[in-house]
């Protein structure tokens, strides 16, 4: 016998209200692992995702979208910009390095992102052992979670669909071959499919040349370099000869941007851009803006607009969270209050027994105690497990990479801060252990 | 081992009682009679250590207990008397084996088990450790009440009315054993009872209530 089991014999004795009061504990510390847990990650893909892009250029419209389309592949583009005006920008003497990006297909799910060598290194990837760049059309390199969830490896094809999302036109008919996967760099670069551009204008190209339906750029479901072939099959049969003829021409974007004999002036969908000075920011957006097919945002601005608004919904789930722990403070207080009540016989009877009450005192805060650290445990280790369902839940979506076997040292604080609250709950309590009148409780007159 | 003299007893400074002089020694039994509120528990308390004498002094194993205070006090009653409540006061979140060790871990001594197991064994109810004291019976409860009162091995063991509600039978067993663990640790046993069916097993006898 000693506090710590005896104190469990009475919390096992109204398993009911300490199932309870645990559970309300619980779930308070549970909402703030997950918000701290959620919150890291995201702050953390986005400073990966960030890295170095001073500047995103893309089709007129909401700049937010521009961003979460071309840096995270979250959202949709909001249309095309035309490579020409994107390739006399990338050559502006301000700007160290210039990233075009061409969206339009997916595979199972996972955005194909036409570009060049420069996006994987600009994200510092590496190649895995025994893969290469693509260096001509329809070839592709692979995310690292790509390759793994697909099971794809160098050799193998595959055939891309239309749209940002599963459920397109597959285009069987221009499959491509995987040449290289990249090792995982904790970046969105894992979960895309990385080709030459000239492949995506390719596909569309051929597309197009059958039924020249010219798609409006600022439709978002289907923007990129892309136009809709109206699903016919039918067009496509033929064109396969076009393949090797057409290919040549279209191995380096430089030769291409001045190709005006072309039919369609080509397209991309964003650019990412890196200044050569921090002067650049002053002039250089302002620049962009005043094109007419063209606008500037900035990644930095834009996330912390974002951060504002999240953060006000991350604010009041925290507080709420905190409310939920104070709450079941108060749970434990009122329990061990009442308990103090049907308890004053075997409080008076310790008393009578010798335990001074400083024993006693230490009893009451023990059971608190218990009853706020095993709720800050299970919250903890609650926490933890819900992320992990939102990672595997998000995994789905393809969006952003989450784990809940993430600690952090935050965490920690939940544990002392637990032992206030049941320190506290139980200070009233514990302290009218030292008014029990021995005599008054125990004896019957 | 106990020594009353001139002693008042009582609370909130309201003398109820009062024992000119008692001596017991070791092994000796005393009998407490007097009708109900005649102050028998008062009394009682008052020799367990729970109530402060009002004047005059009470020595239990030749320690005064009027000049202990506080800790000191909590701790002299926890080892040297041991306390039958008419009430049993059972823990109920406790098994009957865990309410004998109770009085140990309240007085803060060494846990002994086996002693434990003894006197319940001695007590008839060893069989009934691991149960809860809800689900005994009041004789039963009774016994449980008598090895946590004397586990410790106390000097005088303090029972108010241990009998009264018990039938002629059992109140027999309960005084035969009452009697035998007093003797196997040389305790003295102070009853306070208006049970007139326990009187042979006393040494000596006081009467309050104006008669004494």
């Keep these: 016998m000693n506090n710590l089991r005896l104190s469990c014999a009475y919390l096992r004795h109204k398993k009911l209200s300490t199932a309870l009061t645990v559970t309300t504990f619980a779930a308070g510390v549970a909402m703030i692992v997950v ?173 197009h040349d059958d039924d020249g339906d010219h798609e409006p750029a600022g439709h978002p479901e289907q923007a990129g370099a892309h136009h809709d072939a109206d699903s016919d099959a039918g067009h496509h049969t033929g064109k396969d000869a076009d393949h090797e003829t057409g290919s040549h021409a279209e191995r380096d974007a430089d030769h291409h941007a001045g190709a005006a004999g072309h039919d369609h002036e080509r397209e991309i969908t964003a650019l990412l851009i890196s200044y050569n000075s921090p002067l650049a920011a002053a002039g250089l957006p302002r620049m962009i803006d005043k094109t007419n097919s063209m606008q500037a945002a900035s990644p930095a601005f834009e996330m912390a607009r974002l951060n504002a608004f999240m953060g006000r919904g991350t604010e009041t789930l925290k507080y709420m969270a905190w409310f939920l722990i104070a709450l079941a403070g108060f749970g434990i207080f009122a329990g061990l209050y009442n308990a103090m009540n049907e308890r004053r016989y075997d409080l008076a009877l310790m008393r009578s027994f010798g335990a001074r009450p400083g024993k006693l005192f230490a009893l009451v805060m023990t059971e608190s105690l218990i009853v706020s650290l095993v709720g800050a445990g299970v919250g903890v280790l609650t926490g933890h497990l819900l992320v992990e369902g939102i990672a595997s839940w998000l995994a789905n979506a393809k969006h952003v990479q989450m784990t809940g076997l993430l600690f952090l040292a935050e965490e920690a604080w939940l544990f002392p801060v637990s032992i206030a609250v049941g320190g506290l709950a139980a200070l009233l309590p514990a302290v009218r252990v030292y008014r029990i009148d021995i005599v008054k409780t125990l004896v019957q007159r | 081992m106990l020594e009353i003299d001139r002693l008042k007893a009582g609370y909130e400074d309201k003398v109820i009682v009062e024992v000119p002089w008692l001596a017991l020694a070791s092994g000796e039994h005393c009998l407490i009679l007097g009708d109900s509120g005649s ?126 509600a018990l039938d002629d039978r059992s109140c027999g067993t309960v005084m035969g054993l009452l009697l035998q663990l007093a003797a196997s640790s040389n305790a003295s046993l102070v009853i306070a009872t208006h049970d007139q069916r326990i009187k042979g097993y006393f040494h000596k006898e006081i009467r309050v209530g104006g008669i004494q």
């Design chain 1, 35 to 207: 918000l701290l847990l959620v919150n890291a990650q995201l702050q953390n893909e986005f400073a990966n995702n960030l890295r170095g892009i001073d500047l995103v250029v893309g089709a007129k419209g909401s700049p937010m979208q521009l961003i979460l389309s071309s840096v995270f592949h979250l959202d949709v583009p909001n249309g095309n910009i035309p490579l020409a005006q994107a390739e006399r920008l990338s050559k502006h003497p301000m700007v160290r390095e210039a990233i075009p990006l061409a969206l339009g297909d997916n595979y199972r799910g996972f955005r194909i992102v036409g570009t060049t060598q420069a996006y994987p290194e600009h994200y510092r990837a590496r190649l895995k052992a025994g893969g290469r760049y693509f260096n001509k059309e329809m070839e592709a390199v692979l995310g690292a979670e790509v390759a793994e969830r697909c099971g794809l490896k160098p050799g193998d094809r595959f055939a891309g669909s239309h749209g940002l999302a599963m459920g397109g036109e597959v285009h069987a008919q221009f499959p491509y071959t995987v040449v290289g996967i990249l090792e995982p760099t904790d970046s969105v670069l894992d979960r895309l499919v990385l080709t030459g551009m000239e492949s995506v204008w390719y596909i569309h190209e051929h597309h």
């Design chain 2, 39 to 164: 102050g028998k528990t008062t009394l009682l308390c008052t020799m367990a250590g729970l109530l402060t004498p009002l004047g005059g002094a009470i020595t239990v194993n030749g320690q005064d207990i009027g000049n202990l205070h506080g800790s000191a006090l909590d701790t002299f009653r926890g080892r040297h008397i041991g306390m039958i409540y008419q009430t049993l006061h059972m823990v109920s979140a406790l098994t009957v084996l865990e309410n004998v060790l109770l009085a140990q871990y309240a007085a803060g001594v060494a846990q002994d088990r086996d002693r434990a197991l003894v006197l319940l064994e001695q007590l008839g109810i060893a069989d009934k450790k691991d149960h809860k004291p809800a689900t005994l019976s009041q004789g039963q409860q009774q016994r449980v009440a008598i090895a946590r009162a004397a586990i410790n091995s106390p000097g005088i063991i303090v029972g108010d009315e241990p009998t009264s």
